[in-house]
């Protein structure tokens, strides 16, 4: 009867020491992102110019003046025109699409930058996530599910560096890294 007494003890003491395990896990980890409420699509068409962004290597080759236009499709979707300046001075382009995740004026978007005929592979979309958008809808920030990328983009080159340090703040408290953000040139 001993033994199994001890035994028993030993069960509830791995027991408990795998459900602390799992809640210190839990507690470490970020708390999911949160798009903003509601979009308004016509509002978001036009130019946006990045302020600054996580590095990646899709934008190595930029060196300044980075901007995305955005217009509406004859098929309900957008169309994102992506432009910068690279080292050498020559504007590269891309050209790529747009859609909403769920209902009309949803702030999840997924964008595809490679050829049409290959959007019906799931790995061609990019999660495009509007985390944060002033009432104007003058100053945006745009991520994905994991926090791995982050654009903070503006509808002028230039920004009020007051409006600037309290997006940051915003996105700080939405657990984002930013002092990973490199800023973009204006040239």
């Keep these: 009867m001993k033994k ?8 509830l003491l ?7 395990g799992k809640v210190f896990a839990q507690a470490g980890q970020p708390s999911p992102v949160k798009t903003i409420s509601s979009l308004d699509v016509p509002r978001y068409l036009g130019t946006w110019y990045e302020i600054s962004k ?7 080759k930029c060196q300044s003046n980075t901007k995305a236009v955005y217009s509406l499709r004859s098929d309900g979707n957008l169309q994102v025109v992506n432009s910068c300046k690279t080292v050498s001075g ?7 699409a747009a859609r909403q995740i769920g209902p009309r ?7 595809r930058f490679a050829p049409e005929w290959l959007s019906f ?3 061609v979309w990019g999660d495009y ?7 104007q809808y003058e100053l945006a920030a745009v991520s994905d599910p994991k926090r791995e990328y982050l654009w903070v983009l503006s509808r002028t080159p230039q920004l009020d560096p007051k409006a600037y340090a309290a997006l940051l703040q915003r996105l700080q408290e939405q657990q984002f890294d930013t002092h990973q953000l490199e ?3 204006q040239k």
């Design 14 to 20: 791995l027991i408990s020491l795998i459900v602390v």
């Design 4 to 11: 199994m007494s001890h035994s028993l003890r030993i069960i």
């Design 121 to 123: 592979l799931p790995m």
């Design 105 to 111: 004026d949803s702030a999840k978007l997924e964008v």
């Design 183 to 185: 800023l973009t040139l």
């Design 129 to 135: 996530w509007i985390v944060d958008l002033d009432s």
């Design 54 to 60: 996580f590095p990646n290597w899709f934008q190595k």
């Design 90 to 96: 020559e504007v590269t382009e891309a050209v790529g």
